[in-house]
């Protein structure tokens, strides 16, 4: 039996540490699905749709990558598409006590299993809002997003 994981997130953008995440979680599972969390909360800075076409663009020739999108429950989701895994990444203290919470109530209310894997250290720096900003701004981001992005992204100057 394949293991499959979920990858959840907003991913505006997708970051090089979104894609080391991925990338070594694929040593540990057959299969991962990027999972865009759709939150009308949320103001994003890309369309869900674009967002969907620069990460398909970067696993167009990995058939273990796929891209979902969802608007309910992350383990919802992880069940209408197989998957026994949530992974997710870390980067500090802070966000280990807000992955533990999560990850403890969606293994009581599913079963399903989280596993974090933490941020490589030359990328701790890096994350979404920060990129965002960047891109408000007009700086180029080529450094902290994957190179397959750098052409889907708008110049904003």
């Not at 979902?68 to 992880?78: C, H, N, P």
């Amino acid at each position: 039996m394949k293991k499959k994981a979920i990858f959840p997130g907003t991913f505006d953008p997708f970051t090089i540490g979104h894609y080391s995440l991925v990338r070594r979680s694929l040593e540990l599972v057959d299969e991962i699905v990027i999972a865009i969390g759709k939150n009308d909360a949320k103001t994003s800075f890309f369309t869900l749709e674009h967002r969907i076409d620069m990460i398909k663009s970067i696993y167009k020739d990995d058939k273990r990558v796929s891209v979902g999108t969802y608007d309910s429950l992350t383990v919802d989701f992880a069940k209408t598409v197989d998957a026994s895994f949530i992974m997710r990444g870390i980067r500090s203290v802070n966000d280990f006590e807000y992955e533990k919470t999560i990850a403890d109530m969606n293994r009581k209310i599913s079963g399903i299993e989280t596993f974090i894997l933490f941020t490589e250290p030359e990328l701790t720096h890096i994350s979404s809002t920060i990129v965002r900003e960047l891109l408000r701004y007009g700086h180029d981001v080529s450094e902290f997003v994957p190179k397959e992005m750098v052409l889907n992204i708008p110049d904003r100057k």
